[in-house]
């Protein structure tokens, strides 16, 4: 998935969204009467950026999954609105999140602004879970400037990242994910010549490798796992591309990316996870303790639930 400028292509698939209530229900525009014509006005406007951002977001196959925007940029304050939406198509694979952070790396990076600001219907339970998913806390330190382009709107939660925020989750600050050790891979530079990483069994974790497997050529946006494992231990790294993994202990659930070589996660006890490809062609490599036996696997996940708690009792 990557960002582009909107192209007059997009318009139909734009107009895909617009009518679909699903998406819409709670925006504050209403899109439903918008046209194709509407569509290709609005893209052919947003050329013009001093205002104003818009970018697609689209599939490696540059299909057109959303839009996320930048608007009223003001370079006085340092601030700017922010906005995503996605196609349903698109949604939970993780487009949506793709999209913001390199937007917001765009008008944190290259626009220099020093906030972005953001509000929801409280009633849009979808975009807050998205947002607590995201570790984005309310915020109710809203410039009056921004707030007054909301007067009369009610039931609003805002929301806000400001230039040094670690708004990417970004994993080299963690030292564990729901109760999983993020391990840092020793890895070496060479001048001009990449980096080695390796980490030794034993030394760098307490069990000995039986096994090694890699999971390659996963479409992005494709979502994989849905289990646990009773007593296996492994370790997880991604050596190459970009991919969400998300962990459940039972009593927390806690997402993290895998983007960097560097950075592996250790599983040594039962957790639920689910991995979501986000980049084409990334790579999950595995450490394993021991052969593949599918008597390991729960794959339901009451099930995981309740033997958890099972365990937790005795
Ligand atoms: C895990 C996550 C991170 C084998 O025959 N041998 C093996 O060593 C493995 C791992 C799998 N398989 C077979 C079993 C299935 O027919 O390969 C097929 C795909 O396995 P699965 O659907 O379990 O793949 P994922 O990606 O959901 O999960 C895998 C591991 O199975 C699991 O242990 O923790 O990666």
């Not at 996605?86 to 939970?92: K, N």
Request: hydrophobic letters at 35%.
């Amino acid at each position: 998935m990557r960002l582009r400028k909107l192209e007059l292509k997009d318009a139909p698939l734009m107009l895909e969204w617009m009518h679909d209530m699903e998406v819409t229900r709670n925006l504050k525009k209403n899109f439903s009467k918008f046209s194709i014509e509407d569509a290709e006005q609005f893209i052919l406007h947003c050329q013009n950026e001093d205002k104003e951002i818009h970018r697609a977001v689209v599939s490696d196959e540059d299909e057109y999954m959303g839009t996320v925007s930048l608007k009223h940029i003001d370079n006085e304050t340092e601030s700017a609105e922010f906005a995503v939406v996605v196609r349903s198509e698109a949604m939970t694979k993780g487009y949506a999140w793709f999209a913001m952070t390199e937007l917001l790396d765009l008008a944190f990076d290259k626009r220099k602004l020093s906030s972005v600001y953001w509000c929801v219907s409280k009633e849009n339970h979808r975009a807050i879970r998205f947002y607590d998913k995201h570790y984005f806390g309310e915020t109710f330190h809203v410039p009056q400037k921004v707030l007054h382009r909301y007067s009369g709107c009610e039931n609003l939660k805002w929301y806000s990242v400001l230039a040094g925020d670690d708004y990417k989750g970004n994993i080299k600050n963690r030292e564990q994910i729901a109760g999983c050790k993020v391990l840092s891979i020793k890895t070496i530079p060479t001048v001009n010549a990449g980096e080695l990483s390796f980490f030794e069994e034993r030394k760098d974790f307490s069990f000995s490798i039986k096994r090694i497997y890699y999971i390659s050529k996963v479409p992005e946006g494709t979502r994989r796992g849905f289990h646990a494992h009773k007593e296996l231990s492994q370790l997880l790294f991604c050596p190459y591309g970009k991919i969400q993994l998300v962990l459940d202990n039972g009593i927390e659930k806690e997402e993290i990316i895998l983007n960097d070589p560097s950075i592996g996660i250790l599983i040594d006890r039962p957790v639920w996870r689910e991995m979501l490809w986000l980049e084409k062609n990334s790579v999950l490599c595995v450490a394993a303790s021991d052969y593949y036996n599918t008597e390991d696997y729960i794959r339901n996940y009451e099930e995981f639930i309740s033997y958890v708690k099972n365990r937790n009792e005795s």
